[in-house]
């Protein structure tokens, strides 16, 4: 696989309620990205974390998204307060190298439901 | 406009058949272009991975990138049904870690 886990893999929730996802990369790798991918449309990048260094965080659509990550760990984003346009598939991706530049590995992907 | 347009499709064709798909886009900056493969209800996996302008073959697949005219494309040579899923592009400027992705184009094959 892409080395790369997620969970929930499913998660409904009702409108209005905090909602919090998991990405679990193999060790050694220091990038980690976060995308959005809603029905039918392309990936939306959301925060991307590099080791130590403060996050990219240029794409998160309101601050009621937060993402955490300590170190080369597991990453969790957070949505508070859940709105139905919040459904959508929340990709977690490693960073790898290719040809000389960075390209990403995604993981399966948790899928939110706002009812 | 969108930075990377790419037709969503659908796109169906018999098994065997060569199958086409493109993508353009407007940010003359983009030096990275990459394809993923993404079956239903799972993560995108990269699928080719290209530097500036030219082709690169990998199997059944070639990768074409134009950069004077903005356009990359897909070869599917011998498609089979496993390959139905949905194609996206990629892309990048030198030293930007965002990928910009076109919405995907789904790809179904008849056996």
């Known amino acids: 696989g892409a080395g790369v886990s997620q969970s929930p893999s499913n998660k409904v929730t009702e409108k209005g309620k905090d909602v919090e996802l998991r990405c679990d990369p193999i060790?050694?790798?220091?990038?980690l990205y976060w995308y959005r991918q809603r029905l039918g449309q392309g990936l939306e990048f959301l925060i991307y974390?590099?080791?130590?260094?403060?996050?990219?965080k240029s794409g998160l659509p309101s601050d009621r998204f937060s993402a955490e990550r300590t170190g080369e760990s597991v990453s969790t984003l957070t949505i508070q307060r859940t709105q139905q346009e919040d459904s959508a598939v929340y990709l977690c991706?490693?960073?790898?190298?290719?040809?000389?530049?960075?390209?990403?590995?995604f993981g399966p992907g948790t899928r939110l439901t706002v009812l | 406009q969108k930075e990377v347009e790419q037709d969503p499709g659908p796109l169906s064709v018999p098994e065997g058949a060569i199958v086409s798909l493109n993508c353009t886009y407007s940010?003359?900056?983009?030096?990275?272009f990459m394809w993923y493969r993404q079956y239903s209800r799972k993560g995108p996996e990269l699928l080719m991975y290209?530097?500036?302008?030219g082709n690169k073959e990998d199997g059944r697949f070639t990768a074409q990138v134009d950069k004077s005219s903005k356009y990359i494309s897909l070869f599917i040579r011998d498609s089979q049904p496993s390959d139905s899923a949905t194609y996206l592009c990629?892309?990048?400027?030198?030293?930007?870690?965002?990928?910009?992705f076109g919405a995907g184009t789904t790809v179904t094959v008849r056996a």
């Open positions: 991706a490693r960073g790898g190298t290719a040809g000389g530049s960075d390209t990403q590995y």
């Open positions: 060790s050694g790798h220091t990038a």
């Open positions: 974390f590099q080791g130590n260094s403060a996050p990219d």
């Open positions: 940010n003359s900056a983009f030096q990275y």
């Open positions: 290209t530097y500036s302008s």
């Open positions: 990629a892309m990048s400027a030198i030293g930007d870690y965002k990928l910009s």
